[in-house]
Every structure is written in structure tokens, then in C-alpha cells.
């Protein structure tokens, strides 16, 4: 259904008819003007919100002598990724930590709303999967740009010899988009899958829980997450590298 979730129908009753006003501004109508906002941004919103909770949360309380259990968590998380980052990236990764925490809290998060009975993940909807690639694919182009400047960064697609460049260049162009293509197709086909085995297994033994195909989307969950944070970090690192 288009609209499931309590949740969705009150933001359509309260945000709806502007949002509709504004997608209409862009030239964009959508296909239920009276209720633009669908149950997986409703979904990613929530999501979204739960974070920006936790990390004030931490913020707010942090202590050094008592954390707490939100505090321990928040450390354990970061533990992890700083020492997956600072093995991909190396040098200066400290930088880049923050959006591949985020990156990966917010696809794992996503991921494991399928858990929920009577939720599709949101992340089993390519536009979901796309607009994180998309958002990734900008941020390492950028970071590219920024520490070694336009030129410098767009010799990296030129290749080691200039009278390769008219070769090289369409393939270097086409390879960075194709890793759009390859995070959003990753996650999207795998949680979809996961999503399915999980419907199939409630529709065959519908008097009793389904362990096993839960089991297996949760293990599905953190390792698509994992997954897209180590390809960003790996796109993050070869942007920035001052070894081409």
C-alpha cells in the first residue's frame, strides 16, 4: 500500500499540501498530490531523527568517569570505524569518520527495519539506495577536488600518458558513475532478496516465527551496511591520495 504507516498519514496531513507546492515548483507532480510523502521517506525520516536523538544524547550527557550505556555504544562505534578507516585511508582519515558513521548507522538502521513484521526495508526500494550512492559519489568527488584542486584532480582521469587522455578520459568518467550504479544495485538487490525470503518464510509457517530467514536478514543488514561504508571509504581514499 502507498500509505501504510500512522506515521506517513500524519505527515501528509501536516506537511503534504506544501510539499506538494514545492515539488510542483521544480516542475514535479507527483502521482498523490494529496500524499507525496510514502512510507520509505517516512521511514528514512524516522531513522534519520533517531540518530540526530542518540548523538545529542551522547553529546548532552558524555562523561568520562560514568558513560553511559548510549555513550558506550557511541564508542564502540567509533572504535570500530576509526580502525577500518584508518587501515583504508591512512593519514588524515579522522576527517572523513564522521559521514562514513553515518553512512553506515543510517543504511544498517534501514536495513533492519525489514525485522519488523508488516515493514518493507527501506532500503529494498532502489531510490533509497540510489540517493545514499549518489550523495556518497558527491562527497568523495568533492573531497577530491578539495585537496588537490580542479586540474590536478582531473588529471587523475587522464591516465600516465597524454596521448591516452582521449581514451582514458571516457573510461575514467564511466567508472566513477558505474560506482553509483554498483553500491545502489548492491544494496538494493541483496536487501530485496532478503525482504522476499523473509515474506515467503511468514507465508509458509504462518503460526510460527521464521528464525532462520530473520537470522539471515539481520546478518544480511550489517554486512550490506559494512559493505557500502568500506566502498566509501576505499572511493574516499583513492580521491584523495596524492599517490596516482
Same mark, same amino acid.
Given at each position: 500500500?502507498?500509505?501504510?504507516?500512522?506515521?506517513?498519514?500524519?505527515?501528509?496531513?501536516?506537511?503534504?499540501?506544501?510539499?506538494?507546492?514545492?515539488?510542483?515548483?521544480?516542475?514535479?507532480?507527483?502521482?498523490?498530490?494529496?500524499?507525496?510523502?510514502?512510507?520509505?521517506?517516512? #521511514?528514512?525520516? &524516522?531513522?534519520?531523527? *533517531?540518530?540526530?536523538?542518540?548523538? $545529542?544524547?551522547?553529546? +548532552?550527557? /558524555?562523561? !568520562?568517569?560514568?558513560?553511559?550505556?548510549?555513550?558506550?555504544?557511541?564508542?564502540?562505534?567509533?572504535?570500530?570505524?576509526?580502525?577500518?578507516?584508518?587501515?583504508?585511508?591512512?593519514?588524515?582519515?579522522?576527517?572523513?569518520?564522521?559521514?562514513?558513521?553515518?553512512?553506515?548507522?543510517?543504511?544498517?538502521?534501514?536495513?533492519?527495519?525489514?525485522?519488523?513484521?508488516?515493514?518493507?526495508?527501506?532500503?529494498?526500494?532502489?531510490?533509497?539506495?540510489?540517493?545514499?550512492?549518489?550523495?556518497?559519489?558527491?562527497?568523495?568527488?568533492?573531497?577530491?577536488?578539495?585537496?588537490?584542486?580542479?586540474?590536478?584532480?582531473?588529471?587523475?582521469?587522464?591516465?600516465?600518458?597524454?596521448? #591516452?587522455?582521449? &581514451?582514458?578520459?571516457? *573510461?575514467?568518467?564511466?567508472?566513477? $558513475?558505474?560506482?553509483? +550504479?554498483? /553500491?545502489? !544495485?548492491?544494496?538494493?538487490?541483496?536487501?530485496?532478496?532478503?525482504?522476499?525470503?523473509?515474506?515467503?518464510?511468514?507465508?509458509?509457517?504462518?503460526?510460527?516465527?521464521?528464525?532462520?530467514?530473520?537470522?539471515?536478514?539481520?546478518?544480511?543488514?550489517?554486512?550490506?551496511?559494512?559493505?557500502?561504508?568500506?566502498?566509501?571509504?576505499?572511493?574516499?581514499?583513492?580521491?584523495?591520495?596524492?599517490?596516482?
Amino acid at each position: 500500500m502507498f500509505e501504510s504507516l500512522e506515521m506517513t498519514r500524519l505527515l501528509n496531513h501536516w506537511f503534504g499540501a506544501a510539499i506538494t507546492q514545492v515539488m510542483a515548483l521544480v516542475g514535479y507532480h507527483p502521482q498523490h498530490p494529496g500524499a507525496p510523502i510514502d512510507d520509505t521517506f517516512a #521511514l528514512e525520516l &524516522l531513522v534519520a531523527c *533517531i540518530l540526530v536523538a542518540f548523538f $545529542l544524547l551522547v553529546r +548532552l550527557t /558524555l562523561s !568520562v568517569e560514568k558513560p553511559n550505556p548510549a555513550q558506550q555504544i557511541a564508542e564502540m562505534v567509533h572504535e570500530f570505524t576509526g580502525t577500518q578507516a584508518d587501515s583504508v585511508m591512512g593519514h588524515d582519515y579522522e576527517r572523513f569518520q564522521p559521514f562514513v558513521t553515518c553512512i553506515a548507522l543510517f543504511v544498517v538502521l534501514n536495513n533492519l527495519l525489514g525485522l519488523i513484521p508488516g515493514i518493507v526495508t527501506p532500503t529494498s526500494k532502489p531510490i533509497v539506495p540510489l540517493g545514499i550512492a549518489v550523495v556518497t559519489f558527491l562527497y568523495y568527488n568533492f573531497h577530491g577536488v578539495r585537496v588537490h584542486g580542479p586540474l590536478r584532480y582531473a588529471k587523475q582521469f587522464v591516465g600516465p600518458l597524454p596521448w #591516452l587522455a582521449p &581514451l582514458m578520459v571516457p *573510461i575514467e568518467i564511466v567508472s566513477h $558513475l558505474a560506482r553509483m +550504479l554498483s /553500491l545502489t !544495485v548492491r544494496l538494493y538487490a541483496n536487501m530485496l532478496a532478503s525482504d522476499l525470503l523473509t515474506l515467503v518464510a511468514f507465508s509458509m509457517v504462518p503460526l510460527a516465527v521464521p528464525v532462520l530467514p530473520l537470522g539471515l536478514h539481520f546478518a544480511v543488514s550489517l554486512i550490506q551496511a559494512y559493505v557500502f561504508m568500506l566502498l566509501a571509504m576505499i572511493y574516499l581514499s583513492q580521491a584523495v591520495s596524492h599517490d596516482h
